[in-house]
C-alpha cells in the first residue's frame, strides 16, 4: 500500500481528495515555496558575480577571494537543486512519478536551502569583513548561521517531535 502523501499539520486533507490529487496538490505547493527561495538566490547570485569584476576585488585577501568562491559554489549549487524539481517534472511529466517527483524535490529543496543558507553566510562574511574585520565577521555570521539553523530547522523539527511524540501517547 503506497505511503499517504505527507501534508501540513495544519491542514486537514479532505476526505474526497485522492491521493492522486493530494501529491499534485503538494507538488503545487512545493513549487510555490521555491518560487520565494529561487528569486532571493537568483538576486544574491548575480550579484555574486559582478563583485569579482569589480575594480577592488583585486584589493581581496586570499580569505576574502576563498569565502567568495564558496559563496558563489554554493548559490549555484543551490540554484540548481531548487530548479531541479521542475526538470524532473518535466522528464516524469505523464509518468505515473508524481508521488517520487514530490518525495524527491522535497529532498531537494531542504539542500537547496542548506546551499542558500551558506551562500547567504557567505556573501554577510564578506560584506561584514570588508566593514569590520575578520572577527566581526566570523561573529556575525556565526551568529547568522545559528539563528537560520534555529528558525529554518530545529523550531519546525521541534514541533514534527512533539506532534509525533502526541501522537504515540
Known amino acids: 500500500m503506497p505511503e499517504t502523501p505527507p501534508s501540513p499539520e495544519s491542514e486537514v486533507p479532505s476526505q474526497h481528495e485522492s ?9 503545487a505547493e512545493l513549487l510555490q515555496e521555491l518560487r520565494v527561495v529561487q528569486t532571493g538566490n537568483q538576486i544574491l547570485f548575480a550579484f555574486l558575480l559582478t563583485v569579482a569584476f569589480s575594480a577592488r576585488f583585486v584589493e581581496t585577501t586570499a580569505l576574502q577571494r576563498y ?16 530548479i531541479a524539481p521542475v526538470s524532473h517534472h518535466r522528464l516524469l511529466f505523464r509518468q505515473g512519478a508524481k508521488e ?3 518525495r524527491m524535490a522535497s529532498r531537494l529543496a531542504m539542500y537547496g536551502l542548506v546551499c542558500v543558507m551558506l551562500a547567504l553566510s557567505g556573501a554577510l562574511f564578506l560584506a561584514v569583513d570588508i566593514v569590520m574585520g575578520n572577527t566581526w565577521a566570523s561573529v556575525i555570521t556565526a551568529g547568522t548561521i545559528l539563528f537560520h539553523l534555529i528558525v529554518w530547522y530545529v523550531m519546525p523539527l521541534h514541533r514534527k517531535w ?4 502526541s501522537e504515540s501517547t
Do not use: C, E, H, S
Request: hydrophobic content about 55%; proline content about 0%; overall charge positive.
Open 19 to 27: 491521493d492522486a490529487d493530494q501529491w499534485k496538490r503538494n507538488f
Open 67 to 82: 569565502v567568495y568562491v564558496g559563496t558563489l559554489v554554493a548559490a549555484t549549487a543551490g540554484t540548481a537543486m531548487i
Open 100 to 102: 517520487q517527483v514530490v
Open 162 to 165: 512533539r506532534a509525533r511524540l
